[in-house]
């Protein structure tokens, strides 16, 4: 055994050692092609042998220089030589936003801001976004009206509308730039784009989950179904009472009392005032009186025309087309 | 018609960011999966496998049907397991009268079967089987020697080949810093044969030789058992290059609470955690306790003040 050690201490520098992996590899070794030997022997060759070659990685590992700790002392491996696959693709780059190309283009270049702001109307330093902030518009109780505002117009409506409209740009920029990195192959880990319904007409969007709310309300419907309206059942819990109880029509007295006029006639008179008032603005649409007189014109000169081509007329339906050509032919027959 | 879906707990998003591709990747995880039909030895085989790399595997127990990772149209399921588990080591394991005790081992990339190399199993020797002093068993996740003897493993292609699905399978995580006392094992594999290699687990003794180098013994724990190559699949050569490719940055880690002045130089800030002065324990005098109690306090408070003053005068 000594004498087959110290043999096989000079072959060391023979193996291929691999410390990063702790790995050895002897590619001279061949075991003999007969099968003469036993299992036994046969196993207790290879463990000699490895044996070996386990010394030949602990010679390299145990002379590394090492720092004492307390659990024992610590090495610092090499990087391991041999080469393996990667488990996934290499981090794609992620391409530049669409601002962040403009800002280049323009050389805007980004500057560090204080957290903290002076706020004019307290008086004091506070955030500057979130809760509490500095200079917050929305935060402004009382807007002064001035003299070229429209008095129909709600200055805090609008200002929730016009937060609103900010919102959904952003919204709409920010999946523009994600379908764009998406397209690299760059999305954050953390951002997933999924088709809500698909581009094709006519496809529903995916159902929504139904809420525990949603479905106190259907259970509550669905207990007046018994013939006394649910009166004398028991209730489940999470049940709420139907929403809509008693009758859904009504019908006016059909005897009048002495007033100033019919019920009914004041009823239909309010929905015709509220349809008049409604589309007041365009009972006389002058654009499209112009343009009607037009066409009548149009017509009347083609058929006066036309007499010798009657099939032409009938092959071209009276639908408005938007299409260019049409148009220009239009001009031509003038 | 595009929605954003973005994790909605910072645990999920951290869970996402740890399985994203990586420029340095951290180490690959084990599926161990088998399909309709097992016999013993093989259920065994991955049994004992599996607890080899307890800290780094993930085994199914259930039957798979689908999963034929050789056929065509039968890797579906296959990477799907692998995409869900984030896996990309595998080992199936089948039993059928064509091919007794088949294990395939293979690689995926990128959530698709990279390649692949089936093995029968014979010889097999359990844990249980081997006695040895109990002191010696090796620690579960420490590092691994790993031993590949014989020309084989350079010389023919389906060895060469298994060598690098086995060298990735037992080899562990990659470490910088190893602690030299935590060495205790080592994988011995053997090629016997252009067909059939012997693989082994031992435990290391290390013993004392004079030297900084400690004498290496080996002790069979086992499992123990001979592969013998049936089917591989070597990679696509256009995929293997895709695959090899690394980057020459390193990732660098985010400098905290380090600032550089011109003047000072290098600046460090240390957090020093809320002395919290207002919760320190008071001495106890509480009013409200019967006077008996109290007094008895006092007194026992006195006794045990009393030998102490009778040391100090000593």
């Given amino acids: 055994m000594e004498m087959e050690m110290e043999i096989e201490a000079e072959k060391q520098h ?14 001279n070794h061949t075991f003999p092609s007969q099968p003469p030997l036993s299992r036994e022997h046969l196993v207790n060759q290879c463990l000699l042998k490895a044996t070996h070659l386990v010394q030949a990685v602990a010679d390299a590992l145990f002379t590394l220089p090492s720092t004492e700790d307390v659990d024992g002392p610590l090495v610092n491996l090499p990087a391991p030589l041999t080469k393996l696959p990667r488990e996934k693709h290499l981090p794609k780059p992620k391409p530049p936003t669409k601002w962040e190309v403009f800002a280049k283009k323009k050389g805007i270049q980004n500057r560090k801001k204080d957290k903290i702001v002076y706020d004019e109307q307290s008086g004091t330093w506070k955030r500057r976004y979130g809760y509490d902030r500095a200079n917050d518009e929305d935060a402004v109780p009382i807007i002064e009206a001035k003299e070229t505002d429209d008095p129909a117009e709600d200055p805090f409506a609008k200002r929730k509308e016009n937060k609103k409209k900010r919102i959904e740009k952003q919204d709409k920029n920010r999946l523009q730039n994600l379908k764009e990195a998406a397209k690299f192959g760059a999305l954050p880990s953390h951002v997933q784009l999924a088709a809500t319904a698909l581009p094709i007409t006519g496809t529903q969007a995916a159902p929504k989950k139904v809420t525990k709310d949603e479905l106190g309300n259907v259970a509550g419907i669905a207990a007046t179904a018994t013939a006394s309206g649910g009166k004398f059942d028991k209730k489940l819990p999470g049940e709420k009472p139907a929403k809509h109880k008693g009758k859904y029509r009504k019908f006016l007295p059909v005897v009048e009392g002495t007033g100033i006029g019919s019920q009914e006639r004041e009823q239909t008179e309010k929905i015709l005032n509220k349809i008049m008032s409604k589309n007041s603005h365009n009972i006389l649409n002058v654009e499209k009186a112009v343009t009607m007189h037009n066409v009548k014109k149009e017509k009347k000169r083609r058929s006066d025309k036309g007499k010798a081509s009657p099939a032409d007329n009938k092959l071209k339906p009276e639908k408005k087309s938007f299409k260019k050509g049409n148009f220009k032919k239009g001009k031509k027959g003038k | 018609m595009l929605e954003i879906k973005t994790a909605k707990t910072r645990r999920g998003k951290r869970e996402l960011e740890k399985r994203a591709p990586k420029l340095v990747e951290s180490g690959k995880k084990t599926l161990i999966l088998h399909g309709t039909k097992t016999s013993a030895v093989l259920n065994a085989v991955l049994a004992q496998i599996f607890h080899l790399k307890k800290d780094n595997a993930v085994k199914f127990s259930r039957k798979n049907e689908n999963v034929k990772p050789f056929e065509a149209g039968g ?55 081997f006695s040895y002093d109990k002191k010696l068993a090796p620690k579960e996740g420490s590092k691994p020697f790993i031993v590949f003897i014989g020309e084989g493993f350079e010389a023919v292609e389906e060895l060469k080949h298994l060598k690098e699905v086995l060298l990735e399978l037992l080899r562990g995580e990659v470490v910088e810093n190893l602690n030299l006392a935590g060495v205790d094992r080592a994988y011995v594999c053997a090629a016997l044969s252009p067909n059939r290699v012997l693989f082994t687990h031992c435990a290391l003794r290390l013993k004392k030789s004079g030297t900084v180098v400690p004498r290496m013994e080996l002790v069979e724990v086992g499992p123990s058992m001979d592969f013998v190559i049936r089917r591989h699949r070597p990679p696509n050569e256009g995929l293997r290059k895709e695959a090899m490719k690394t980057s020459r940055e390193k990732p660098k880690k985010k400098e905290k609470n380090v600032k550089r002045d011109e003047l000072k130089g290098k600046i460090g800030s240390i957090y020093i955690p809320d002395q919290k002065v207002g919760e320190t324990a008071l001495p106890y005098n509480a009013k409200g306790v019967k006077r008996e109690r109290r007094e008895a306090k006092r007194k026992n408070d006195n006794d045990e003040n009393a030998p102490k003053r009778k040391k100090e005068d000593a």
Wanted: charged content about 30%; aromatic content about 14%.
């Fill in chain 1, 14 to 27: 023979k193996f291929d050692v691999d410390l990063g992996n702790l790995m050895a590899f002897d590619s």
């Fill in chain 2, 75 to 129: 890797e579906t399921s296959l990477e799907f397991f692998s995409l869900k588990t984030d896996c990309s080591i595998f080992l199936y394991g089948s039993h059928s009268k064509k091919r007794p005790d088949n294990l395939v081992l293979g690689r995926t990339y990128d959530h698709h079967i990279y390649d692949l190399v089936e093995v029968g199993v014979e010889n097999f020797k359990p844990m249980e089987s």
